[in-house]
């Protein structure tokens, strides 16, 4: 099993979202979420100044079996992408166990399939 983390900018949720779905990724969390980023400058919007170092984003949480991981990342690059600083980050870790809270079971079968 493995533990995919993406943060995506907020204005590609709902495409990163729709995409997930196609690519049968159905449960995943996602919170908001305020990140430090490489770009340091100020800026003005509608005449006020604001800095960009602090940005606003969606981090996205799946925990799935090895066969999904890559149409998982898959999904996300594509619907994420777009080609300037700021896209995100993706990453992939190991996740040694998982329990279903309410039966008890333990393991990958904790991990429904949709089918």
């Known amino acids: 099993?493995?533990?995919?983390?993406?943060?995506?900018?907020?204005?590609?949720?709902?495409d990163v979202k729709q995409a997930l779905f196609e690519?049968?990724?159905n449960w995943?969390?996602?919170?908001?979420?305020?990140?430090?980023?490489?770009?340091?400058?100020?800026?003005?919007?509608r005449g006020v100044m604001y800095s960009t170092d602090v940005i606003s984003r969606i981090e996205i949480t799946i925990v799935c079996r090895d066969q999904f991981v890559e149409p998982a990342i898959q999904a996300i690059m594509a619907s994420a992408r777009t080609g300037e600083v700021g896209d995100g980050r993706i990453f992939v870790s190991d996740v040694?166990?998982?329990?279903?809270?309410?039966?008890?079971e333990h393991g990958?079968?904790?991990?429904?399939?949709?089918?």
Request: positive net charge; charged residues 40%.
């Open 28 to 45: 995943f969390s996602y919170s908001e979420v305020k990140a430090i980023g490489q770009d340091r400058e100020d800026r003005i919007y």
């Open 23 to 25: 690519a049968d990724i």
């Open 1 to 14: 099993m493995k533990k995919i983390e993406a943060i995506v900018r907020k204005t590609h949720f709902e």
């Open 96 to 104: 040694i166990d998982t329990w279903s809270i309410r039966t008890g």
């Open 108 to 115: 990958d079968t904790v991990l429904r399939d949709k089918k």
